[in-house]
């Protein structure tokens, strides 16, 4: 006679072998995914981006984008677009300031004051932090100020200051206003 080897049946029943390594697979599977997506959860932590401009230029950086921006008598809007924040959303509102008989009467700024802002500050005030405070004048074709102690804010965007959006809108709704349009600029 032959000699078998016993069968043991369990109360799991002759499978109980395999049952027992597909649920360790199952299981190791669903380890690995979950340890997987935590690494992956912790990996995306936020990273601070130092943004670093020149202290001994940004002023007359800041003054350069205000003159290039505010002397209308220079028709060129590619050149204002590429100097404020988000400029091709006022573009269309650029365009039809330039195009008005108030735009001659602009020629350049003078900035009298520049004042970084802190990152609360430029927060309060809805801008991308670094910004700065400007306090400028637009000058007439003569020179004089036309429009004195305007208010106004800059920010580094892309290694450049560039007029806020806020800054150019408000003025763009004067403008609105003095040709007697009303609502806001388009972009604005």
């Known amino acids: 006679m ?64 205000y003159d290039t921006l505010f ?24 365009d039809q300031a330039l195009t008005s008989s108030l735009a001659s009467s602009s020629a350049g700024t003078k900035i009298d004051s520049t004042s970084l802002l802190t990152s609360s500050k430029c927060k309060t005030a809805s801008l991308p932090y670094p910004c700065a405070k400007v306090v400028y004048d637009i000058n007439g074709p003569t020179g004089s100020a036309v429009l004195p102690n305007s208010q106004g804010y800059a920010v580094f965007i892309g290694g450049h200051w560039l007029v806020a959006k806020a800054t150019i809108c408000g003025l763009l709704g004067l403008f ?13």
């Open 71 to 94: 002397n209308l008598a220079n028709p060129n809007v590619t050149a204002k677009v590429a100097v404020v924040q988000d400029g091709s959303k006022v573009k269309a509102a650029l």
């Open 176 to 188: 609105y206003q003095a040709s007697g349009k009303s609502g806001s600029p388009p972009g604005c």
């Open 2 to 65: 032959m000699h078998r080897p016993q069968r043991r049946d369990t109360a799991e029943g002759p499978w109980s072998r395999t049952r027992g390594r597909s649920t360790r697979v199952v299981a190791t599977a669903v380890m690995a995914a979950l340890a997987l997506g935590a690494a992956a959860c912790s990996s995306s932590t936020a990273t601070t981006t130092t943004v670093t401009f020149n202290h001994a230029t940004y002023q007359s950086d800041i003054g350069k984008s």
